[in-house]
């Protein structure tokens, strides 16, 4: 590859990098010294929140009350 093997080496360590988290881990929230468990508070960031959705319907339309539709 024309490459030092150091580099070479820590190329592979860096592309291969894996954190493991245990989900049944307990922690205390701060606020409420409430045992959680991590996969309480997990958040998926790839899905919608509804209520931002919510939101967004309702200011579109109140944005467009009173336009008329699509001519066809």
Not at 22 to 48: N, Q
Request: hydrophobic letters at 35%; charged letters at 40%.
């Amino acid at each position: 590859m024309g490459m030092p093997l150091t580099e070479f080496i820590k190329l592979k360590r860096d592309a291969t990098a894996i954190g493991l988290v245990s989900l049944s881990r307990k922690w205390f929230e701060t606020d409420s010294r409430r045992m959680s468990a991590e996969i309480d508070v997990l958040e998926d960031k790839r899905g919608e929140n509804p209520l931002e959705e919510i939101q967004r319907r309702d200011l579109k339309d109140a944005l467009t009350r009173g336009f008329p539709g699509p001519k066809n």
